[in-house]
């Protein structure tokens, strides 16, 4: 990904470029990795939990998520893999994904009585979260790229760049 991305129609556009030519990244996509299982082998579709990602170079990996509880789609038999994700659900897959426990602390005012209340505090209180204002999590907002980055280096504890500075403390 050259860093250019925009949001175009229902998907994500990004222009690749190898020595300044323009370079298709579908084909790429189809045959790129998917998620390993702990055996060390490539995942496969073990089922068909949902009917909306049938032929999606990405079903393997959505199975995988489904299978270890990190998501369970927007409705029932549907994953809707064009829809952005919001600040709320993304924070609800970290919540899965890393088994964190509930806090009694709670960190914003507006997510009270929320499906995404425990998860946003839960986050927090780790280290990882943070809000978009004081004591708001703006649990509706989609995540830009930036904020998505900084969740996942908190996430899986990378070292700060050497290059670049944390924009959040």
Same mark, same amino acid.
């Given at each position: 990904?050259?860093?250019?991305?925009?949001?175009?129609?229902?998907?994500?556009?990004?222009?690749?470029?190898?020595?300044? +030519?323009?370079?298709?990244?579908?084909?790429?996509?189809?045959?790129?990795?998917?998620?390993?299982?702990?055996?060390?082998?490539?995942?496969?579709?073990?089922? /068909?939990?949902? +009917?909306?990602?049938?032929?999606?170079?990405?079903?393997? /990996?959505?199975?995988?998520?489904?299978?270890?509880? %990190?998501? %369970?789609?927007?409705?029932?038999?549907?994953?809707?893999?064009?829809? +952005?994700?919001?600040?709320?659900?993304?924070?609800?897959? %970290?919540?899965?994904?890393?088994?964190?426990?509930? +806090?009694?602390?709670?960190?914003?005012?507006?997510?009270?009585?929320?499906?995404?209340?425990?998860?946003?505090?839960? %986050?927090?209180?780790?280290?990882?979260?943070?809000?978009?204002?004081?004591?708001?999590?703006?649990?509706?907002?989609?995540?830009?790229?930036?904020?998505?980055?900084?969740?996942?280096?908190?996430?899986?504890?990378?070292?700060?760049?050497?290059?670049?500075?944390?924009?959040?403390?």
């Amino acid at each position: 990904d050259s860093g250019n991305a925009e949001n175009v129609a229902h998907h994500l556009h990004f222009q690749m470029r190898l020595n300044d +030519t323009p370079v298709n990244p579908y084909p790429h996509l189809l045959n790129a990795p998917r998620l390993l299982s702990p055996g060390g082998t490539y995942v496969t579709p073990t089922a /068909n939990t949902f +009917t909306d990602d049938d032929g999606n170079p990405h079903e393997a /990996n959505i199975e995988k998520l489904y299978e270890n509880g %990190i998501t %369970i789609g927007c409705a029932p038999g549907r994953y809707c893999p064009l829809q +952005t994700l919001s600040r709320g659900q993304i924070a609800l897959f %970290i919540f899965r994904l890393l088994n964190l426990s509930p +806090t009694t602390n709670d960190y914003y005012d507006d997510d009270n009585g929320s499906p995404y209340e425990v998860a946003a505090n839960a %986050i927090t209180a780790s280290g990882i979260g943070f809000g978009c204002r004081e004591r708001n999590f703006c649990e509706d907002d989609a995540l830009p790229r930036e904020q998505m980055a900084e969740l996942l280096v908190r996430t899986f504890h990378l070292p700060a760049s050497s290059t670049d500075s944390a924009c959040w403390k």
